[in-house]
């Protein structure tokens, strides 16, 4: 199903790559690795031996695909907690070997691996056969995913999760075959930001209910109905007047509750602060605004609109949970003209 995924497109044809896409040097390969994945440890099983490695990439909003393959056998660890990604390794050929909790966990064809190596310690050993599908997506975009989707933030019961997931016979490769055909399926890779930020929700959300299942907790007992009326209709507040930016005090007086009860109780049923929900909400509309606004507009304007006055913060933040810059959606949300 995923054998020629990002090397051929939807019609069968080879997909034409601006960057190299393959290489025999150690240095472009764990180059290319650091780019698309985080800094870690990669060693040789073969001491002597040189990568035949692939590298191919491809963006869905937040979420990096890659299809890569060292060429020889590998032993990677010391994955850098302050990247902040979770890795999803789908193998496609050859097998891998992943740490879990007591040992260790193997996976071949067809079969997917998660990790939040923001949360967990993690090393794997490939073959000299493996190719892999992989996934990198930031944990803060995951946190804003199930937040929007569930109602809440899961705990690091899930987080700390190092499971295997989906299966030839679930929706998890499927999904991936879909995701890669309708990337590449205008003859070459697609950037059309509603085309990947759809893409984006689905492998987000499914694998939010992949992961969970496989750690054994049910995402659906934290949905949104569970919170107490106060909470949501705090919600309702923050999410229709975020370019306001409402105090949090303001709003606990307008429900009728102290602002710490307003903070526990998002603490308790959403997993994050009051202050939080209301930042994520903004930043959203912040970016819908930059992917829908008329060309003439600035960045800067709009960002000054939403009340945003530290504009280095605001990228950081921005780039965090979108993987690109504000200046980066604008350009390719406002078309060819504004390019010009």
Not at 34 to 49: A, E, G
Not at 219 to 233: I, K, Q, S, T
Request: one cysteine or more; a negative charge; charged letters at 25%.
């Amino acid at each position: 199903m995923l054998e020629n995924a990002l090397v051929l497109n939807a019609l069968g044809e080879p997909i034409r790559h601006r960057q190299k896409t393959h290489s025999a040097d150690w240095d472009e390969v764990e180059e290319f690795c650091r780019t698309v994945y985080m800094p870690y440890r990669v060693r040789p099983l073969d001491r002597l031996s040189r990568p035949d490695a692939t590298m191919i990439s491809a963006k869905a909003g937040c979420v990096t695909m890659t299809r890569f393959a060292y060429g020889t056998g590998i032993h990677l660890d010391r994955f850098d907690p302050d990247a902040g990604n979770i890795l999803v390794l789908n193998t496609l050929r050859g097998a891998l070997d992943h740490q879990t909790d007591g040992g260790s966990v193997g996976t071949g064809a067809g079969e997917s691996f998660v990790v939040d190596c923001s949360r967990a310690e993690y090393w794997l050993e490939g073959d000299a056969d493996h190719m892999q599908l992989n996934l990198t997506i930031p944990h803060q975009a995951m946190e804003d995913m199930a937040e929007r989707w569930f109602g809440f933030v899961p705990d690091d019961r899930l987080w700390t999760s190092r499971v295997k997931i989906g299966g030839a016979s679930s929706a998890w490769p499927a999904l991936l075959d879909y995701a890669t055909r309708a990337l590449s399926q205008d003859g070459g890779l697609a950037s059309d930001t509603v085309l990947a930020r759809h893409i984006e929700e689905l492998l987000c959300v499914e694998l939010l209910r992949q992961w969970a299942s496989s750690a054994g907790l049910n995402l659906e007992a934290g949905a949104r109905c569970a919170a107490p009326a106060y909470v949501r209709a705090a919600e309702e507040i923050l999410e229709a007047e975020a370019r306001d930016a409402p105090s949090i005090g303001d709003v606990a007086k307008r429900i009728g509750v102290s602002a710490r009860t307003l903070s526990g109780g998002f603490q308790k049923f959403r997993g994050i602060s009051p202050r939080a929900f209301l930042a994520a909400r903004r930043l959203e509309g912040f970016r819908e605004d930059l992917e829908t606004m008329p060309g003439d507009v600035t960045v800067t304007s709009i960002a000054t609109d939403w009340g945003f006055s530290n504009f280095g913060a605001l990228a950081g933040r921005y780039r965090e949970r979108y993987g690109e810059t504000p200046s980066q959606t604008r350009l390719r949300s406002a078309g060819p003209s504004r390019r010009h």
